[in-house]
């Protein structure tokens, strides 16, 4: 069993973060773009527009990550956290490092005042529902469809 320890992501985890979101992406059947995912990610932290944990093996590569966006909700008119990334690299799997990104996401939106940590997921990510339920997540069937405009 390997060893890591998750961390807030900085300006210099940059590169470790984007080839894991490089990943990522190809997972959800995007070209592989590796300066698309660096930039991107380094455009987020140093706008401070996301909260990007990294896991970091003892050899200082990056293994996984989860990454979150501050929101509101208006009708509840509180803050919220929005959980859109989690990726745990191929090797690193089946060692509860998802578990513990997610945990590290919640303790997060604890602290950060959040009232809700939302996230959405692929119909056929079983594994993935089976972490989520697990944490006490709930599966919501609201009276809303989702939608969405390319600008």
Do not use: W
């Not at 300006?11 to 990522?24: N, Q, S």
């Not at 995912?37 to 093996?57: G, H, K, M, P, Q």
């Not at 959980?83 to 303790?107: C, N, P, S």
Request: glycine residues 6%.
């Amino acid at each position: 069993m390997h060893e890591f320890q998750v961390v807030r992501a900085t300006k210099a985890h940059v590169p470790e973060a984007g080839r894991l979101f490089d990943l990522y992406r190809q997972f959800y059947q995007c070209d592989p773009d590796l300066k698309l995912a660096t930039d991107f990610i380094d455009a987020r932290v140093i706008n401070d527009e996301s909260i990007i944990f990294l896991a970091v093996s003892r050899a200082g590569n990056g293994v996984g990550f989860v990454q979150m966006y501050p929101s509101f909700c208006s009708v509840e008119a509180v803050k919220i956290q929005i959980l859109y990334d989690l990726y745990v690299d191929l090797g690193f799997r089946k060692q509860g490092l998802g578990r513990r990104l997610m945990e590290q996401a919640t303790q997060y939106a604890r602290e950060s005042g959040a009232s809700r940590l939302d996230l959405l997921t692929a119909k056929d990510n079983f594994s993935g529902q089976a972490l989520y339920e697990s944490l006490g997540y709930v599966k919501t069937n609201q009276d809303f469809f989702a939608y969405s405009l390319n600008t």
